[in-house]
């Protein structure tokens, strides 16, 4: 078709999130709920949508009057649609602006919401929807674009699921089985760095999310926000623009894409669709608001980190106020290279596990290739490094290995899963870790106990007492007590986000270390004896169990 612009007034079915390679393209056509010609690429009006035929295996509609897509259908079968809502950015636009023009092998309808643009593409041949978002500004309430799927088309029972859980256990978003599980469609498991896309498969139809590279998106690598969830009447598929619960950056705005809709024969989506991967120069010349080709971007490269602990994965950011962009350090010298980055001055962060161990600034230019020399990880920067009497828990940002702490990305506190969150622990019973809670609050396990002995040396100084925490709700924060002698003040509560964090599956705040200064005259001189450590959480905010102040535990030592 000639290029055209039409404007109007403003068996066993799997979910998948992963990052496996490419999958085939054959596959058994479902039951034909709709019927779609796939024998030309091109597009046509229907008088309330345009509708795109990608000349493939998929023909899918969008709303003349508001942007949303209201038809997805794949060999014959619609996927498109649950409960009688569309899929859309957020819950939907008012009415828009919705253009559409065909240039050679690609169909781009765009759509105009006030500040807000986003856009559609499809490609001649492939079975893939290319979508793109540029919020300018706060003035609309674009956060998220959810793809919704019929009821029927895939099954799941991920820890997510809203189908098997009817009753409410806090606000009107975590849920309960009757066994005593818990779901919701916060416990995304996964943080962002972990997948590629998200989706569904019955083994012979695949339809996900590939994910963006989240450049304009807040939070950093280790972020975790809605991927999916699934209802008696459909499910949801994410791709997340910018999410506020336990946020620790402010918005960004700009052009974010492309993210892309994707079937499949049931396999995973092609690696070729993978951000970092997927090439779209044809893109270049489409006109869209914000868009900044390769050719307008540079890299940055390592040549390696020195200082490392090899036994952790680490991870180097940059990050100012318009991007945010991350790679892996290669595990046998800290080599990196992170490329497709806007022109700037951002801050670049070494994280050993999640913890910051390493910053500096470097600029980046168009076109150009910014190449740091070796960087040296100061000893000093990783507080592992400090000679302990003793530690519970590595330092890496994560509470990762305290009790309960992995069932806490996918699960609520009171899930019947849990183990106790009360318990005190015993210094040298080799269990110091795995009976130590991941999290503390006010109202559940304020108080907990940590027992230790000290040589006649150690008691007869005084020592440091530091308590790493990932993130707070409600203001929590330790306050200690040694021997119910020696009470130390209560600290001031670092900034950590205001939403709720550690009952919809995130750990992920602002890693801050707290220190106490115990005096020589607050330890037992029997060296025989056990000193008595009890945390309690100070703070006066927050309500009941497990919304009272709480935090989260990273790790905890008495320095040497």
Not at 152 to 159: H, Q, T
Not at 529 to 556: C, Q
């Amino acid at each position: 078709m000639s290029e055209s612009t039409v404007n109007r007034p403003v068996g066993r079915r799997t979910f998948v999130l992963g990052t496996a390679a490419a999958a085939g393209t054959a596959a058994l056509a479902g039951p034909l709920a709709e019927t779609a010609s796939a024998a030309s690429f091109g597009w046509s009006d229907d008088g309330s949508n345009y509708v795109v035929d990608t000349g493939a295996s998929l023909v899918f509609k969008v709303s003349k009057t508001n942007g949303d897509l209201t038809s997805l259908v794949y060999k014959g079968t619609q996927y498109q649609g649950y409960g009688g809502k569309n899929s859309h950015i957020e819950s939907g636009l008012g009415t828009s602006t919705v253009s559409i023009k065909q240039s050679g092998t690609t169909i781009l309808i765009s759509v105009a919401y006030g500040t807000l643009k986003h856009y559609y593409a499809a490609r001649s041949g492939e079975n893939n929807v290319y979508l793109w978002t540029n919020k300018a500004d706060d003035s609309v309430s674009a956060t998220r674009y959810i793809l919704r799927v019929n009821a029927g088309k895939f099954l799941n029972d991920e820890p997510d699921s809203y189908t098997y859980a009817p009753t409410t256990i806090e606000a009107s978003d975590v849920f309960a089985k009757s066994d005593g599980q818990t779901r919701s469609k916060h416990y995304a498991k996964a943080r962002v760095t972990d997948y590629n896309y998200v989706g569904w498969t019955t083994g012979s139809v695949g339809l996900y999310i590939v994910r963006s590279n989240h450049e304009k998106a807040s939070g950093g690598p280790f972020y975790r926000s809605l991927l999916r969830h699934q209802s008696a009447d459909g499910g949801g598929l994410y791709e997340i623009l910018y999410y506020g619960e336990n946020q620790t950056e402010a918005q960004r705005f700009g052009l974010q894409g492309p993210y892309v809709i994707a079937f499949t024969d049931g396999g995973a989506p092609s690696s070729s669709l993978y951000p970092g991967t997927l090439t779209t120069s044809w893109a270049d010349s489409l006109g869209m608001s914000g868009y900044v080709p390769a050719s307008g971007r540079g890299k940055v490269a390592g040549v390696g980190i020195t200082g490392r602990n090899t036994a952790y994965a680490y991870t180097v950011g940059l990050a100012n106020s318009a991007a945010q962009y991350w790679g892996s350090a290669r595990a046998s010298d800290g080599w990196f290279s992170i490329g497709g980055v806007l022109p700037g001055t951002y801050t670049l962060t070494v994280f050993k596990g999640e913890l910051a161990v390493y910053t500096t600034s470097v600029s980046v230019s168009a076109g150009g290739t910014t190449t740091l020399n070796s960087i040296a990880i100061p000893a000093s920067n990783d507080p592992s490094n400090a000679s302990a009497i003793w530690r519970i828990n590595n330092w890496d940002g994560t509470p990762g290995g305290f009790k309960n702490a992995d069932l806490m990305t996918y699960a609520h506190p009171s899930d019947v899963r849990a183990s106790s969150w009360t318990g005190n622990v015993v210094i040298g019973s080799g269990t110091e870790t795995s009976a130590f809670p991941c999290y503390l609050w006010k109202d559940v396990n304020s108080g907990i106990i940590v027992y230790f002995k000290l040589t006649a040396a150690q008691a007869a100084a005084a020592h440091t007492l530091r308590i790493g925490v990932t993130t707070a709700y409600a203001n929590g924060r330790p306050q200690v007590v040694v021997n119910d002698t020696w009470t130390s003040a209560v600290p001031s509560p670092p900034t950590q986000p205001s939403t709720r964090s550690l009952t919809v599956g995130s750990y992920r705040g602002n890693n801050y270390t707290f220190t106490y200064s115990v005096p020589a005259s607050a330890w037992l001189t029997d060296t025989s004896a056990y000193n008595t450590l009890k945390i309690y959480v100070a703070s006066g905010s927050g309500s009941t169990s497990f919304l009272s102040a709480g935090t989260s535990i990273d790790a905890i030592d008495l320095l040497a």
